[in-house]
C-alpha cells in the first residue's frame, strides 16, 4: 500500500494544522497510525486508529491531536491543535496490523510503505 502524508506547513505555536494521509488502495481492514521523526532520531508513533475506531495517542500529544479515518476515501486525519514547538518534525502515516497493546510504541505492527512524509514547523 502507497500512502502519501499531506498538510503540513509552518505554524505558530498555538495554532493548529490538520494533515491527511491517502491510501492507494483499501485499508478499511487495517488499523492506521500517524508517526513523527526528528533529525538524529527515531520515528515515533503518536496517534493510533483501529479498522473499528479504537484509538491510542502518545502521552505528549493527548488532548491536543485527534486521529479519524474515512474508510470511503481511504483516507486517515490527524487534527493537530495547541502545536507546540515540540511537535515540530516529520510526519507519516501507515498502515498496519492493531496489536491491541495500550503502549502506543507496539500499538500498531506496520505494513505500508513509507511515503515521504509532511514536514510540520511549529514556532515558538
Known amino acids: 500500500v502507497q500512502l502519501q502524508a499531506s498538510g503540513g506547513g509552518l505554524v505558530q505555536a498555538g495554532g493548529s494544522l490538520r494533515l491527511s494521509c491517502t491510501a492507494s488502495?483499501?485499508?478499511?481492514?487495517?488499523?492506521a497510525g500517524w508517526y513523527r521523526q526528528t533529525p538524529g532520531k527515531q520515528r515515533e508513533l503518536v496517534a493510533a486508529?483501529?479498522?473499528?475506531?479504537?484509538?491510542n495517542y502518545r502521552d505528549s500529544v493527548k488532548g491536543r491531536f485527534t486521529i479519524s479515518r474515512d474508510d470511503a476515501s481511504n483516507t486517515a486525519y490527524l487534527q493537530m491543535d495547541n502545536l507546540k514547538p515540540e511537535d515540530t518534525a516529520v510526519y507519516y502515516c501507515?498502515?498496519?496490523?492493531?496489536?491491541?497493546?495500550?503502549?502506543?510504541?507496539?500499538?500498531?505492527?506496520?505494513?505500508?510503505?513509507w511515503g515521504q512524509g509532511t514536514l510540520v514547523t511549529v514556532s515558538s
Open positions: 488502495r483499501t485499508f478499511s481492514v487495517y488499523a
Open positions: 501507515n498502515t498496519g496490523l492493531w496489536t491491541n497493546s495500550g503502549d502506543i510504541d507496539h500499538a500498531i505492527s506496520p505494513l505500508g510503505s
Open positions: 486508529i483501529s479498522n473499528n475506531g479504537r484509538t
